[in-house]
């Protein structure tokens, strides 16, 4: 190998301390770009740590080619250039450091851990520079002023590595990056071993020369990283549209089949049966007083037993068939081996004893009363709609006799729907009478943390049995085919709302509604609504128009035409209960909607379930990149809100602000939000 002087060395070492400067500083803006679009907190890390290491670099080069051309600064400003330079080297190591655990482990340390890192950083780089200048000269010899800069890396490099290995997710990027970290420990093991124990002729050569391997090194790891976020991305997206089919057939709360993937099963169990001479036993067991458990409880309380429920009937002794959640508190359990009566009461009174064993919820411990409606093929019917609603009355009988017994359908009970038609009269005349009351939900906007709208919510004020939910009412409704009526009502009383704001204070807070399915089929829908502002004199986009995912998807052709008729008038059109139909990725970006609502049954479980997290990264990243705001509903903790804050959502809404408040309530809020000086955001951020 040829000589090389001092100047060919100082030569070399400046122009690859200069590359990794440019290398370094790109890759920072690189990953600050990447932090924007992924949202991964990882490389928000690297890109401090590149920025700090391509400043430390910047010094190196600075120091080498002072050096090669001759110039000599005064001692104190080069013992000032090396001290930046370690602090930089150090601070660049702790940030490597910090990403590498998010990026494994997919969580973020704490404020405090991660202050007390920066603080040990801080001394150890202090240790390291005191150390270096400890001799009398003041002058730096190149074991003193290069070995910190190779044993400390290679130490953290190897440990990161092994990390990675133990704990790396699948996929070729980190694998990547795991091999070019453990190749650059190793490069740096092997200089910090020439300096402590030769004195060979090519050191100068060996130290001006080891950069050009770390730039090769720094260019695999960039390709990794990029290789690692595109197969996240895939993945989550993969992951996202496994979670919406899921979705589609089982409730999102417990994980058992739903409605859906009851109806759809039932025929395929009366087919088995029919050809081998078996019974279906279809059981309803329906949970009494559930609303004063909620009330207890709260909602996310109420929550841990309807899952408590599930779990239970999924591990009963005798395995069912199937176990689905059919609406709130009322399971089906489906057998296909039970031709007697008597087994099949026996079957039942074992079920209503496993489900009143006492559960523990939040140090409390309820007990429950279940009834139980059964019907049976090839008694009561054939087809899965006939079954389920004549299991339905069989329940309905079963809680009216008593709040645990066990009722087998029989000829007659059909009756008890003339009890519904003797309801008509009297929500007819609590229509007339105006005992139907709007109660407004407010909704925060997360940049500008201020009030940005409200969501409208029914109560029935019933002259004798007081303030009803629409849990109470809203089932008649539907079923005396009043939901027409009610909606305009809704939307009537929102209009008359926002025209009386807009004549007191001068401004407009936008308010939602909820369209039912029978609403948005209307063929006069838009008429309707244009006939509306037009009467009050109101901006069309104040009226937020809501409409589940399921209904947008019944007729796709027909709702999009609805929608887009409606965004053309000025309307702002969202998506309510995002996440639990059956197409929600992939036909989003098809939907001409303003905003999505992500469905509560997401937000309940972030902080246990990582897998949600990941899904409403995807939507929300999504709807971003389509153009559309994302609201999240049902927030009721601080970590909740965090974590959305975090994941990127626009606005929030739920009982961790306020619960649904009387419309007086709501405009001292406003009131109070204009003495702060704050008036409505612009209609493309509060609503669009």
């Known amino acids: ?66 050096a090669l051309i001759g110039t000599n600064y005064p001692e104190w400003i080069t013992q000032s250039l090396y001290t930046g330079s370690i602090f930089l080297h150090y601070l660049a190591l702790t940030y490597i450091a910090l990403g590498a655990y998010n990026a494994i482990k997919e969580r973020h340390l704490s404020q405090t851990t991660r202050h007390l890192l920066l603080l040990i950083t801080t001394l150890a780089a202090s240790a390291t520079i005191a150390w270096m200048f400890s001799n009398q000269t003041g002058e730096l010899s190149l074991f003193e002023s290069e070995l910190p800069r190779f044993i400390v890396p290679a130490l953290l490099f190897l440990g990161i590595a092994l990390f990675m290995f133990l704990r790396i997710p699948p996929g070729l990027g980190p694998k990547i990056v795991a091999s070019a970290f453990t190749f650059l420990a190793i490069k740096n093991l092997i200089l910090s071993a020439v300096l402590l124990f030769t004195n060979t002729i090519y050191l100068d050569w060996v130290i001006s020369t080891q950069g050009l391997f770390t730039i090769v090194f720094l260019t695999i790891i960039m390709v990794g990283i990029v290789i690692w976020l595109l197969e996240s991305e895939r993945s989550t997206s993969f992951y996202a549209v496994q979670r919406a089919e899921y ?84 399971f089906a359990v489906i057998f296909d081996h039970l031709k007697s009566r008597r087994h099949i009461i026996e079957l039942a009174t074992e079920l209503q004893h496993e489900l009143s064993r006492p559960i523990e919820v939040n140090q409390r411990q309820i007990t429950l009363s279940v009834g139980v409606g059964i019907s049976r093929y090839p008694q009561h019917g054939v087809n899965a709609e006939i079954l389920l609603n004549k299991a339905t009355l069989a329940l309905t009988d079963a809680k009216r006799q008593n709040a645990s017994n066990i009722t087998f359908y029989e000829r007659g009970m059909d009756d008890a729907f003339s009890q519904l038609i003797d309801m008509e009269p009297i929500l007819r005349k609590a229509f007339k009478n105006n005992e139907f009351v709007i109660y407004l939900q407010p909704q925060f906007d997360f940049d500008y943390q201020q009030l940005c709208g409200f969501e409208a919510l029914i109560r029935w004020q019933h002259p004798e049995r007081g303030l009803l939910s629409p849990a109470e009412f809203i089932p008649h409704i539907e079923q005396l085919g009043l939901t027409e009526l009610l909606d305009n009502w809704v939307l009537e009383r929102a209009a008359e709302i926002l025209a009386d704001w807009n004549k007191r204070f001068s401004h407009v807070w936008p308010i939602a509604v909820n369209l039912s399915a029978q609403q948005f089929q209307q063929s006069k829908l838009v008429e309707h609504l244009t006939g509306l502002v037009d009467n009050y004199q109101l901006d069309a986009s104040y009226l937020e128009l809501e409409i589940t995912e399921t209904v947008a998807m019944s007729d796709l052709s027909n709702g999009m035409d609805v929608i887009r008729r409606l965004r053309d008038l000025g309307f702002k059109v969202a998506i309510d209960d995002f996440g639990t139909g059956h197409s929600s990725l992939a036909y989003l970006r098809s939907l001409p909607i303003n905003k999505i609502k992500i469905d509560r049954s997401f937000v309940s479980e972030l902080q246990v379930n990582r897998t949600d997290a990941t899904i409403l990264k995807a939507m929300i990243r999504l709807a971003h990149g389509l153009g559309k705001r994302v609201i999240a509903e049902g927030i009721e903790t601080q970590d909740q809100q965090d974590i959305l804050q975090q994941l990127g959502c626009d606005m929030m809404q739920g009982y961790f602000y306020s619960p649904p408040i009387k419309l007086e309530l709501a405009e001292q809020l406003i009131e109070n939000e204009l003495k702060l000086g704050r008036e409505p955001l612009p209609a493309s951020l509060a609503t669009a």
């Open 1 to 66: 190998m040829p000589d090389l002087d001092l100047v060919t060395s100082l030569a070399i070492e400046t122009l690859t301390h200069v590359i990794q400067t440019l290398m370094l500083l790109g890759f920072a803006g690189l990953l600050r770009f990447y932090l924007k679009s992924y949202q991964q907190a990882y490389l928000g890390d690297w890109s401090v740590a590149c920025l700090s290491y391509g400043a430390s670099e910047l010094i190196r080069a600075v120091l080498t080619s002072s």
């Open 247 to 330: 979705l589609h057939t089982h409730d999102a709360l417990t994980g058992v089949a739903n409605r859906h993937q009851l109806v759809s099963k039932i025929p395929v169990l009366v087919d088995y049966c029919r050809s081998n001479n078996r019974h279906l036993s279809v059981m309803l067991l329906g949970v009494s007083r559930f609303k004063s458990v909620n009330e207890r409880l709260g909602i996310r309380g109420g929550d841990q037993v309807l899952k408590e429920i599930a779990r239970r009937l999924q591990q009963f002794k005798r395995k069912p068939v199937t176990v689905a959640r059919i609406s709130g508190d009322v």
